[in-house]
């Protein structure tokens, strides 16, 4: 089954129509906002360039496009916490998607934690302080998953 992007041709067809008319960055990129599709948390930021976004569709699991690999990520081929898609949403001008998702093991930051979101930033009269962790319990060991492997970040 071949996915396809129909070309943007109006903001009626892009905003009120039924096509899906995908707008990527000028990096052939679109963001991508993931959540646990029960609880509603969010779990990571991405992007899916347009064979990432087809593989999702196709698959059912969520696959990106690492910008620091340059290369396809399907989410949890290498630690087994595969992100299986129970909805996908696009918003009112096509630039940004948003994936609900059932986390097979329970986490989905490379970092071990269940979310990547786990450190608060201190605001208002706080602001300066230190970061305050949400989590303080991870899910996995980075290590034994991952190994000696790359951290997936670039400083």
């Known amino acids: 089954m071949a996915i396809e992007f129909k070309a943007r041709q109006s903001v ?6 039924s096509e899906l008319a995908p707008k990527f960055d000028a990096d052939g990129l679109i963001p991508v906002v993931t959540t646990d599709h029960e609880s509603g948390e969010l779990l990571m930021h991405a992007y899916m360039n347009a064979e990432a976004f087809r593989r999702t569709i196709e698959l059912g699991e969520a696959v990106y496009w690492s910008r620091s690999r340059q290369t396809l990520w399907h989410k949890g081929a290498t630690s087994g ?10 918003d ?7 994936l609900r998702v059932d986390v097979q093991g329970g986490a989905s930051c ?3 934690y269940r979310s990547c979101f786990y450190r608060k930033v201190p605001f ?10 949400t989590e303080t319990e991870k899910v996995f060991d ?3 998953v991952y190994g000696d492997a790359p951290n997936p970040t670039k400083l």
Do not use: C, R, S
């Open 92 to 98: 009112d001008d096509q630039d940004t998607v948003w």
């Open 124 to 133: 208002g009269p706080e602001a300066n302080k230190e970061l305050v962790f």
């Open 81 to 90: 916490l595969v992100q299986k898609v129970k909805e996908i949403l696009i």
């Open 142 to 144: 980075p290590q034994k």
């Open 12 to 17: 009626e067809q892009v905003e009120e129509g």
């Open 110 to 112: 490379h970092v071990g």
